[in-house]
């Protein structure tokens, strides 16, 4: 099977969650299939990088996205009824580049990561085309209202609305749309989406065979792309409202919050007592193996978190909350703890440090629960179900 590959960011470094799944998924393609990606650029990719990519793709071919002409569609957008994340990404470049390819490639199927490079998918002649929205961006949208200054509110509200529309409208050029959780596919049915289907994320096969080898002291563990909004919200919400009271009952505590590039508000908290702001590190093995807990604090997302699903299967115990779980499908306490607001949230993870039998006794049904369903091959076998679907039809 031939796979195009449509992205917003070039694929590499793995250091957020739709770089991270993006190249995973690709990876496992190219075991068997021969995949072709078009992505945008910056400017900040790498030879390294590229070289990194063109291990897993048959043919890389990008195109430099200017951010001043981007960010003037976008505003000049704000009028137009399809979102302004679609309007900042309108390339005629881009699109002639996806024509010439499915000339020259005749892709079997293509896979357009996202609402702002659907509109590249949509190509009729392919015979598969996925539209993975993946998270529901309304709901996403929706979910970070409250947490928003005042002021932005009615961009979010308009845009939210405009996503929905835009979305719904897309949708039926399309073999199948797919959402990543029973939430978000709710959320894709709600505004009038078809060919829904439930497609989740993998994990990292390694993740399943780490040990653990604890720090003298307990470490906590905060995790993910410490410069998108619903991260920064969470990394500040653990240092801030649920640390110190972790802090009191265990003074000798650390609390790391990891992930690539920390915002000003996050780097302030480097100052808190116990705290550690450590930006990306070079491989996560390391940050599994030593961790006893992952505080998983977000209070507004959607979708899957990479993060969980590879603490379970890295034999890490989870405390989140109830929103982040659902996302998984785990319950609490079975697989992990599960909590609403500060005081919970700390109460769970003084819990896990100071029972690490109960925790312990966690980890073989998390490692399954993850293990039964979340893996890129089922993702590729999704694919070439379609395909055999279609060439039968």
Known sequence: MKILFLTSRFPWPPDRGDRLTL????????????????????????????????????????VRLPPLLSWLQAWVGLVLPQPSQVSYYRSGRMQRLVRRIVEEVRPDAVLPHAIRMAPYGAQPEIPVRVMWLADSLGLALGRSLPFSPWWKRPGIAWERR????????LSPLYTETWAISPADLEDMRRIGCVNLALVTHGVDERLYGVSHRPAPEPRVVFLGNLAVPHNIDGAIFAARSVWPRVRAAFPTAKLQLVGASPAAAVRELASLPGVEV???????????????V??????????IQNKVIEA??????????????????????????????AEALADAVIETLRDPASAAARVPRAREHVRSRFSWQAVVGRFEHLLAEARRS
């Open 23 to 62: 190249f995973n998924l690709m990876r496992a393609f190219s075991e068997s299939h021969e995949v072709t990606l078009l992505s945008f650029a910056d400017g900040s990719e790498t030879p390294e990088g590229f070289e990194a990519i063109r291990r897993v793709c048959r043919r890389v071919e990008t």
């Open 312 to 341: 379970m299967a890295a034999g890490v115990p989870v405390v989140t909350t109830p929103q982040v779980a659902a996302g998984v499908e785990a319950r609490d306490p079975e697989h992990l703890r599960a909590a609403e607001g």
């Open 162 to 169: 405009r996503v929905d529309r835009y979305s719904a409208r």
């Open 294 to 303: 992952l505080l998983a604090s977000l209070r507004f997302s959607t979708g």
């Open 278 to 292: 450590t930006g990306l590190v070079p491989d996560l093995l390391d940050v599994w193996t030593s961790a006893d």
